[in-house]
Nanobody, 125 residues
C-alpha cells in the first residue's frame, strides 16, 4: 500500500515557476516508477511525465518537454515536478501516481496503482 500526498501548487503568472512535491508513505515507493498527470476543467486526465525507480529513465509529454523536470529522492520517499516557463494552458489539477512496476513509464492511467488527491496549479496570463 502506498499513500501519496501532493503539495506545492498555487497561483503563478505566465512565465513563472512552481515545484510540486509528492510525499509517499509505504515501503514500496523505491520499487515503483512514479508519474505525474494533470486534469484541466472539462478535459480528460492527461499524462505529464514519469520516472523510473532509480531516476535513471524519464518520459515527458511533448507539451511539457523542455519546461518540466521530474526527479525523485528515494531516501525521502518523495518525487518532484519542477515546472518552468509556465503557460496558462498548464492550469490543471496535478496528480501524483505510483506505478505498478519499477521500470515501466506508462502514459496511461491504468499503468499506475495508487494516486494522490491532487494539487491545483493556476497560471494567469
Amino acid at each position: 500500500q502506498v499513500q501519496l500526498v501532493e503539495s506545492g501548487g498555487g497561483l503563478v503568472q505566465a512565465g513563472g515557476s512552481l515545484r510540486l512535491s509528492c510525499a509517499a508513505s509505504g515501503s514500496s515507493f523505491s520499487n515503483r516508477a512514479m508519474g505525474w498527470f494533470r486534469q484541466a476543467p472539462g478535459k480528460e486526465r492527461e499524462f505529464v511525465t514519469a520516472i523510473s525507480w532509480s531516476g535513471g529513465s524519464t518520459n515527458y509529454a511533448d507539451s511539457v518537454k523542455g519546461r518540466f523536470t521530474i526527479s525523485r529522492d528515494n531516501a525521502k520517499n518523495t518525487v518532484y515536478l519542477q515546472m518552468n516557463s509556465l503557460k496558462p494552458e498548464d492550469t490543471a489539477v496535478y496528480y501524483c501516481a505510483a506505478g505498478r512496476t519499477p521500470w515501466g513509464l506508462p502514459r496511461g492511467g491504468n499503468g499506475y496503482e495508487y494516486w494522490g488527491q491532487g494539487t491545483q496549479v493556476t497560471v494567469s496570463s
